[in-house]
């Protein structure tokens, strides 16, 4: 097969894959009796059409951004985490118990504690499937996806039975303190004069931004980044060269579960101020399409996170004011991933003789 | 815990437990023939609804079958297009698909009856009733084994004895026929069965399509018999259940039986708390019995208790030498 240059391969190839599912959710948008243009036309004026709806894109590309991250750490040392959404449920424990804690006197030392406490959180959940996969090769897949349910359970018994207060009925703890309220894009000075004081986008924005350029740098600009890299491209060369599969396995794994913990700030401080049930709301999932529609690349993630924040949100506005369902989203959301993870081979073969067909007339 | 409470406990273990063991011997056709499927789950989603719908527009639960088996076959073609065509990763190919059939189920449920994502109520012919078997009300004045034999044996739905008799059955397949021989060994070493000049191809095909119909058949028994129609989300998991069965069965189909009855239970026991505190004199948080078939899995994983080894060539797309 011949192979495809590198920009189709870094852009051409996502693009199709994202044209591909488009198209088919169009023809379910047609085939349920819905109009697929009035469907674009409300998702992008809800999506990006008003400051108000950037104030809930950036919101959730925030959290896609952290779990985009976290499957892309752990894709580099050639393990799969399907655990984020698991791995963000407990980070969202941490942010509680570390804000719940303290009556915090300002915002940003509950922010930096309470990010500690995430991907500590975060981390301990990955730490058993890394330590099984490393020790004992256990199916890392199988062992994260366990830990998912095993999770939601804890999730539920801690709000349940320890962390709901006194004569609260819904399952949830109690609100955090006030030193502990992250401002959102309405209360910081410069962004105000945008956004409202209504929307959930807030500064753990800028904090995932920042664990782009960290986990790049680390990748990239590291000793254990190039040897995440190294073994994940080649475990017995990796091995040869004096690398550790246990240290490999168990760093990458402990990362990627502290990154995916992490966005519990911006969901559980950031915008509901209390831990409830299901807090991820199935952001860790999106991590895998964000990470596979990226490529794998701290900058590919972004974007594709910003992506997916806008669909989310899009795909909201489109459940509110179209007869569509909001399911759609989930339906377009399997398509890119099983476009860009699965059928990658597919969406090549269709490009390469376009490819073929140019270098001839050349 | 007394008999009849036993009993009770017993035939819901039963009624619980097949969904899972029809999926956990679905995914053990393909994962015996190479092909991992984490999509059990959204085969059977897909399966439900589909059974649902038609059996609440035709009023025949054996129409809605066919439907089911149909809806699940299709996403076993992707699957198969996927991972054995395009050689792609299964496991993404898996977890995409789940993604799609949670989107898809409620769309299309919600198009066609505008009921929240459900479909109507099934009565009568189309749902799959409960069957006495013969013997069931001469034998149930006989102490012990007459209520044994007549809630736990009998009175359950036709696709309940379908899927216990899947368990010989597929024993039998793989154990005592050729195909049986070909379709292990396609999952151990490819290469061999190609040089013996069999279809790699065909063989991974045909067990990937015999996953759809069995995770047909688990979906139609959730709507048409479990409950009385389509519900959005209401496999609820039952896909990885099976998934973590298939381990702790160690990819064997009488151990499968085993292990999908024991999930069973742990799922009747767990819609039935009076029953534990009654019986342990302890409370034991619902969340921790929803959270017990997911942490054995994780121990037999481990391999503390009796290692589970998958077949060798499980994951790995096949690409013939040229």
New interface residues.
Partial sequence: MTKLPTWADLVLVPFISLLLAAVISAI?ILA??GDPIEAVTVMVDGAIGSPYGWGYTLYYTTSFIFTGLAVTVAYHAGQ?N?GGEGQAQLGGLGVALVCLALPWPHWSLALVAATAGAALFGAAWAA?PAW?QAK????I???T???N??GA??I??ML??VLRPVGQMDPASARFPEGAKLPNFGQIPGLDLIFSNKVPANVSFFAAVAACFAVWALLWRTKLGYEIRAFGKSESAARYAGISPVKVIMLAMLISGGLAGMMAINNVMGESERLVQNASEGAG?IG?AVA?MGRNHPFGVFLAALLFGFLYQGGAEMGLWTT??I?????????V??FT??????VR?MLVPFFRLARGAV | MDYATLIEVLGSTLRLGTPLLLACLAGLYSERAGIFDIGLEGKMLMAAMASGAVAAMTGSAWLGLGAGIVASLIFALIHGLASITFRGNQLISGVALNFVASGATVLISQTLFHQGGRTPPLTGDARFQAITLPGAEALASVPYFGPFYAKVISGHSLLVYIALAAVPLTWWLLYRTRFGLRLRAVGENPESVDTAGVSVIGLRYTAVMLTGVLCGIAGAYMATSLQAGFGREMTAGRGYIALAALIFAKWRPWYALGATMLFGFLQAIALRPDVIEGTLHMKIPVSALDALPYILTVIVLAGFVGRAIPPRAGGQPYVKER
Avoid: K
């Fill in positions: 379910v349920i009796g799969f399907i058993i099984l004992r090769g256990s199916h897949v199988i062992t996806i366990m830990f349910y095993i359970a804890f539920v018994y349940v039975e999932f895998i596979l569509i369902p399911e759609l989203r989930l339906l377009l959301q399997g398509l991933i099983l993870g699965a059928l990658d081979t597919m073969m």
